[in-house]
C-alpha cells in the first residue's frame, strides 16, 4: 500500500525552528521528486520547495529562501524540510507530495501521491 506521512508540525515561537520529515511506503522514493506546500486557513495550497530525483535540484518560493532546507535521506525514504526563522506567516498545514518527473515544480496536479498534512503555528 502507497503511502506517504509527513510529521514534525507543532507550535513555535517566531524565529524558532522546526523540522518536517515526510517518509514513504509501499513505492521508491528515489523515483519521485518531492515537494512541500502549505495551505493557510482561507488560502490557496502553494508550493514552498521541491526536489527533484537523481541530482537533487532543489526549489525555494521566494518567501521561504534563505530560511528553508529541503533535503532527502533515500535510505530512510525521507525528505525533510528544515524551517528556520519561522514567522507567523508561516503558518499552515504543511503537506508533501512526490511527483514523477526528474526535477520537480509547483504544480500541483503534477503530483501523483500526497500525505495527510502536518500543521505548523508560528505564534508567541
Known amino acids: 500500500q502507497l503511502q506517504f506521512v509527513e510529521s514534525g508540525g507543532g507550535l513555535v515561537q517566531p524565529g524558532g525552528s522546526l523540522r518536517l520529515s515526510c517518509s514513504a511506503s509501499g513505492f521508491t522514493l528515489d523515483y519521485y521528486g518531492v515537494g512541500w506546500f502549505r495551505q493557510a486557513p482561507g488560502k490557496e495550497r502553494e508550493g514552498v520547495s521541491c526536489i527533484g530525483r537523481g541530482d537533487g535540484s532543489t526549489l525555494y518560493t521566494d518567501s521561504v529562501k534563505g530560511r528553508f532546507t529541503i533535503s532527502r535521506d533515500s535510505a530512510k525514504k525521507t525528505v525533510y524540510l528544515q524551517m528556520s526563522s519561522l514567522k507567523p506567516e508561516d503558518t499552515a498545514v504543511y503537506y508533501c507530495?512526490?511527483?514523477?518527473?526528474?526535477?520537480?515544480?509547483?504544480?500541483?496536479?503534477?503530483?501523483?501521491?500526497w500525505g495527510q498534512g502536518t500543521q505548523v503555528i508560528v505564534s508567541s
Open positions: 507530495a512526490a511527483i514523477n518527473a526528474f526535477g520537480c515544480n509547483f504544480h500541483r496536479s503534477y503530483y501523483d501521491y
